[in-house]
Structures are given as C-alpha cells and as structure tokens.
C-alpha cells in the first residue's frame, strides 16, 4: 500500500533521456500512469543537456566561421569573427532551456508525473528516491507494476588519464567552454573527439588529436573516413595516430601530455587544456540492481531480449545501458517498444538499419552493413560509389570532396548499407536508412526521380552506378543477368 511519501503507478522509468521520456509518453499515451524519474530539473538527460543538442549548436557556430572564411575563395571576404564567448554560451544554454521546457510541457499535457532525485532499485517492483534540493516535497518511493531502466551512459576515463585538475575536462567540461585555450589536447579520434575538435578549432583552439588505433573514428570505412580525415587536418594542428597515452601531469604552464609510439616527435608535451574522449561506459552501478533479477554482461550493460525485457520480469531495459550502439535515437525506438509491449502489443525491437552521424565538417554518416562489417563476416557485397566531384549541387557550394556509397547484394540487388561522408550527410543518411529497412533494390532507388540539382542525387545516382547507368559518372555497363 501507498504510504503518504509515495506512490504507485503502472510504469516507472529510471532516466529521463531520450530513451527514457520516449518510453514515458509513449507509455502515458497507452493508457497508462507513468512516474518519470531524473536526476536534471527537467527531463532531456545527457543528449539534450550535456551531448547532442549543445554540441550541435556549437557545431553551426563552427559551419559558420568555416563557410565566412571559405568565402573568399568565392570572391566574398569577411572580416575575421569576434568573438563574444559569454554570449554564445547564453546563446547555446538558451537552445536547451527551450527544448527542456517544451519537454515538461509535453510531459504535464500527457499527465506524466516528473520526479527529479535519484532513483534506486530496493526491489523488482520498487524505487528508492533521493529527492534533489529543487524536487522536496515529492515521493521518497515509487512502486509500478513494470520498471523501465534508462540510465544511459558515462564518460570512460583510463586510469592513465585521470588526474583532478580542472583542465583535464570530459565532454560535459568541454561543453561548458569555460575558455577557449590556445593549446587543446583532445585524447581520442572518436566522433566525441572530432566534434569537439570541429567547433574548438573553429573558435580559435590549436587543436591536437591523439588516437591510439591507426585511424580516425575506429570502425567506421576508410574511403569515408579518408575525406573527413584530409578535411580536418587543414584545421586542426596536429593528428597523432598509433599513439598511446602514457600519462597526464598537471604542470603550473599547463598539463603535460606523456605520449609513446606513432609519429609524436617529442613524446612529452603541454597544453593549456586536455579532453578525455575515448569511450562512455554504460551506467550500471550503484543503481540497486542486486536487489533484483536483472543480470549483466561483463561490461556491465544489461542483458535483454527484443522486446527489451531483462532477466527480471518486472524491468526492461532502454538505450545505452542495454548495449551498442550507444545513440540517442536507438534509445527512442528501443523506449517506445518496451512500452507498447508493456501494454501488450505484439512489439519488438527488430530494426536492421540504425544510423550513425558524425557531425563534424564535412559531417560522416552509414548505416545498414558497412564494408568494415561485410569484410569482417565475410559476405560478398557490391559496392557502388557516386563522388561528389561529379555532383554539380556539391560544386555550387564548394564542397566536392565527398563521397555516396551503397552496398548492394549482387545476387539479388538488395541495398544492405549507405555511408556518405559529405556536406548535410546527416540529413541524407535517411533515405538510405528506409532503404535497407524497407529492403529496397537498387533498382528502387535508381528509378525514384530526385530533384536536381540537389545532394540526395547522389544516392540516386550511386544506384545507377551499380548499373552502369549514372548520368554524370561513366562506368561500364553490367551484364543483365537471365
């Protein structure tokens, strides 16, 4: 039974991020009556407070002073930017404020009762809250018939790389632009690393990268990651590749970054600050969850079927805490699905195609099979590559050094993946997404008209490749086969 300190509901979620507010109103929309419980004055978690949102505003800060100095090229010059930090930290805390208000708004319309503290599990069906100073007066405990646990991600820090000195900063510190050094150390080439890279460099940073693999953004295809790579290069200082970070020590002129091996001709150097960007580990511990069935993997995220159920028939799990990839928009779908099948819908997270965007400049994006994947599995792909060289919309707005790719099963023509790596590849990375889920042909998408001159005709046109029929790009006619 309630007590006059708590309350009962159908569904709680743990974690108001993406995944978890998704699930919420998803859930409130069934019918149900839903507890939403974060640990921020109002729900939009990591992605819209400290990661995705910001660092996207940041980013067209950076396209801006980017295209204003590229201008010249064009005939158009500009004066060289000022400037005024406070007032775009005003600027980028004033885009969260407007989407986590709109948040609550849709939260209240749904009747999705907020509770900001920090909630953990005594039990299957039960939530301990530690109620924040802004949030007293709410629910000390939270009973519901199905948990769902949204928790998401933090940042991995080495042991290496840990040192408490305000200038070794994480992504959330870096977010803050307390400053803009003059010297910016950025240990990872991951796309946390490179955006942050994008937009310090843009601001005026000398910005050095340091990866340890013997590429940037490990994983993803190198014939896309080449064109980033040579784009970035022009702006950042230095790219370290094949190079370990030994240690880091705080110095009175700034923290001294001891590498070992790559190209490093001298293995001890110092900047004024260092990001750690080499990973986020999910966001498993001290949450209760050994007061409950929920089992984990060895890496500690939570073990869970299609229908996001744990071991525990009373909790499913949503987003980075149920495994890669650790995305925002995973975490929505996979959130919507736990809560229709919490309502007994014949739901399950069966998507084939999740996209990945690095929104750096010029932005990266795949999704389906990669060629990295194919080689690794050993299947036999096609692929058919469309450069934007040959694009006349690339060519009016300067940027001609991206690529189109579809991966294409030669037996029966099916599209099984896209990567672009290009201006707005973000944007066009959908079609390719809908193309793989909806399992499409090349032929589908070769005969689908797209208005010129626009980017999206290079998709177009990279399916009319694999045929040996794209208008701007010569490549000798494939046999039809019987």
């Not at 209760?288 to 499913?316: C, N, S, W, Y």
Request: proline share 5%; aromatic share 4%.
């Amino acid at each position: 039974m309630p007590t006059e300190n708590s309350i009962n509901v159908d569904v709680a979620v743990l974690g108001a991020g993406p995944g978890g507010y998704a699930a919420a109103f998803h859930a409130a929309e069934l019918g149900m009556k839903v507890a939403l419980i974060g640990e921020d004055t109002r729900p939009g978690g990591v992605c819209l407070l400290r990661g995705c949102i910001p660092s996207k505003a940041l980013l067209h800060v950076a396209k801006l002073i980017h295209e204003s100095r590229d201008a010249k090229d064009w005939g158009v010059t500009f004066a060289e930017p000022k400037i005024d930090l406070a007032r775009l930290r005003e600027w980028k805390n004033g885009v969260v404020e407007k989407l986590t208000s709109g948040l609550m708004e849709l939260a209240k319309r749904r009747d999705v009762q907020f509770i900001q503290g920090r909630g953990q599990f005594t039990g299957s069906q039960t939530l301990k809250i530690d109620l924040a100073e802004e949030g007293k007066g709410g629910p000390a405990q939270v009973r519901a018939e199905n948990i769902i646990l949204a928790t998401g991600s933090l940042p991995a820090v080495p042991a290496a790389m840990r040192l408490d000195d305000p200038r070794v900063m994480d992504s959330t510190a870096a977010l803050a632009l307390a400053d803009i050094p003059k010297r910016l150390c950025i240990i990872g080439g991951g796309y946390i690393g490179l955006e942050s890279g994008t937009y310090y460099a843009a601001l005026g940073s000398e910005v050095t990268v340091v990866e340890l693999t013997d590429g940037l953004l490990p994983g993803a295809d190198r014939d896309l990651v080449r064109v980033l790579h040579n784009h970035v290069a022009k702006h950042f200082k230095a790219i370290h590749l094949n190079t370990k970070v030994e240690k880091l020590e705080a110095r009175t002129e700034g923290i001294a970054v001891h590498t070992s091996g790559g190209d490093v001709k001298e293995p001890v150097q110092v900047f004024d600050r260092v990001l750690v960007a080499v990973g986020r580990r999910p966001n498993s511990v001290g949450l209760g969850l050994e007061t409950t069935k929920v089992e984990m993997t060895d890496r500690g995220f939570v073990k869970v079927d299609k229908q996001q159920r744990t071991t525990d028939p009373h909790i499913r799990a949503i987003g980075d805490i149920a495994g890669e990839p650790m995305l925002a928009h995973k975490a929505a779908r996979e959130g919507k699905v736990a809560a229709e099948a919490i309502a007994g819908q014949p739901s399950e997270f069966d998507n084939v195609a999740i996209p990945a965007i690095v929104f750096t400049d010029p932005e990266l994006a795949w999704c389906g099979l990669s060629e990295t994947e194919a080689r690794a599995q050993g299947r036999t792909v096609e692929v058919s590559r469309f450069p934007w060289a040959a694009s006349g919309r690339a060519a009016t707005l300067g940027r001609t050094d991206g690529l189109t790719k579809l991966l294409i099963d030669p037996r029966t023509q099916r599209v099984l993946g896209m990567g672009i790596v290009g201006a707005g590849a973000g944007e066009l990375i959908a079609e390719g997404t809908l193309a793989v889920e909806m399992a499409a042909v090349a032929r589908d998408i070769a005969d689908t008209i797209h208005a010129h001159p626009t980017l999206s005709e290079t998709v177009m046109e990279a399916a009319e490749a694999f045929f040996g029929m794209a208008t701007h790009l010569y490549r000798p006619k494939r046999e039809q086969q019987s």
